[in-house]
């Protein structure tokens, strides 16, 4: 019996989320990391109201799919799982060029760029009838 490809993207989609999480909340626990967080500047990236919706925007992609790889009809399930999938590999694969990164952070972000290459193959190789 093969899985369900809902189920597979959904759960793909729920790992990627707790990946994000966990490489934040690991990132508070670093000392450097958490002052230049309370000092409201990071690198050369200044954290402002409108930084932290841009990034709300974003970590919002994987919540939703969670849900809507669940729910959607095929053809839009399938084209979102591999637009979103990009978009996010694209923007974590960016993140890894920005500045010193931390050895968890370096170790997360494998971990994310990985899970959203499998979302996009999966997405990608998913045919109606499975």
């Not at 990946?19 to 958490?34: G, Y």
């Not at 994987?62 to 839009?76: E, F």
């Not at 960016?94 to 979302?119: K, R």
Request: aromatic fraction near 14%.
């Amino acid at each position: 019996m093969q899985a369900n490809p809902r189920i597979v993207l959904s759960a793909l989609w729920i790992l990627l989320t707790v990946n994000f999480i966990f490489c934040d909340v690991f990132t508070l626990m670093h000392a450097a990391d958490l002052r230049q967080i309370l000092n409201g500047q990071v690198g050369d990236m200044e954290i402002t109201q409108e930084f932290l919706l841009a990034f709300g925007f974003i970590m919002e992609i994987p919540m939703l799919m969670i849900v809507l790889s669940l729910v959607l009809k095929y053809q839009l399930n399938r084209i979102l799982n591999i637009i979103f999938g990009i978009l996010l590999l694209i923007v974590q694969a960016w993140s890894l060029g920005v500045g010193d990164n931390t050895l968890h952070y370096i170790f997360f972000s494998i971990i994310e760029i990985l899970t959203c290459a499998t979302i996009i193959w999966y997405a990608w190789k998913w045919n109606k009838i499975t």
